[in-house]
């Protein structure tokens, strides 16, 4: 799968929990562009994980552990090439 596509989709989720929009890689995940909060964060893991049809390890689970939504579509390429 393209990165294209996995950030259109990872835009997707966003915008079903908190509505802002079109998203870049650019974009931070926390209150200085998207603004989740931790518990949407979590919201918007399960969402990502039913979207790809993959599953996240403990590890990256945590809101600190990206900046942006490169950090993320890294994540999930990551995960989806494991698969």
């Known amino acids: 799968m393209e990165r294209k596509e996995i950030l259109l989709r990872i835009e997707k989720s966003v915008n079903a929990i908190k ?3 079109s ?3 650019e974009d ?4 200085r562009n998207i603004g989740f909060t931790s518990l949407q964060f979590l919201t918007f ?3 990502v994980e039913e979207e790809f049809n993959i ?8 809101f600190d552990r ?6 993320f579509v890294d994540t999930v390429e990551k995960l ?3 698969n």
């Not at 931070?28 to 209150?31: A, E, M, N």
């Not at 599953?55 to 945590?62: K, N, P, W, Y």
């Not at 990206?66 to 950090?71: G, L, R």
């Open 19 to 21: 509505p802002v929009g």
């Open 23 to 25: 998203i870049t890689e």
């Open 28 to 31: 931070y995940i926390d209150s």
């Open 45 to 47: 893991i399960v969402q």
């Open 55 to 62: 599953e996240f390890e403990d590890e990256e689970l945590s």
């Open 66 to 71: 990206y900046q942006n939504i490169s950090d």
């Open 80 to 82: 989806l090439s494991i």
